[in-house]
Nanobody
Framework: QVQLVESGGGLVEPGGSLRLSCATS????????RGWYRQAPGKERELVAQ???????VYAESVKGRFIISRDNALNTVYLQMNNPKPEDTAVYYC???????????????WGQGTQVTVSS
């Protein structure tokens, strides 16, 4: 069983910076994608940044050049560095892991509890 615990959310001023962390416990299978999603009030959950199953990094167009996803494999933690945040980045941010043992097996998906990020002066 995989468990994800986010931390680092809070209130940040426009143009400031904030770093979110996602600590992971449990075994992650070799075929996996790990990243961050967010959901603003009245909107659908959307991808923010992700390490894909191919080992690439993808970003939402709205955060490219401002947010950076990184990971520490030794700590089994994924980070989201939010630079120059804007009010429209206000949302609950969720950590996500999707993995499977092999291409012949089913995907398993896990979510963290979410952490609120509010960008306001």
């Amino acid at each position: 069983q995989v468990q994800l615990v986010e931390s680092g959310g809070g209130l940040v001023e426009p143009g400031g910076s904030l770093r979110l962390s996602c600590a992971t416990s449990g075994t992650i299978f070799r075929i996996n994608a790990r990243g961050w999603y967010r959901q603003a009030p009245g909107k659908e959950r959307e991808l923010v940044a992700q390490f894909t199953t191919a080992g690439n990094i993808v970003y939402a167009e709205s955060v490219k050049g401002r947010f950076i996803i990184s990971r520490d494999n030794a700590l089994n933690t994924v980070y989201l560095q939010m630079n120059n945040p804007k009010p429209e980045d206000t949302a609950v941010y969720y950590c996500n892991v999707r993995h499977r043992r092999s291409i012949f097996e089913t995907w398993y998906e896990y979510w963290g509890q979410g952490t609120q990020v509010t960008v306001s002066s």
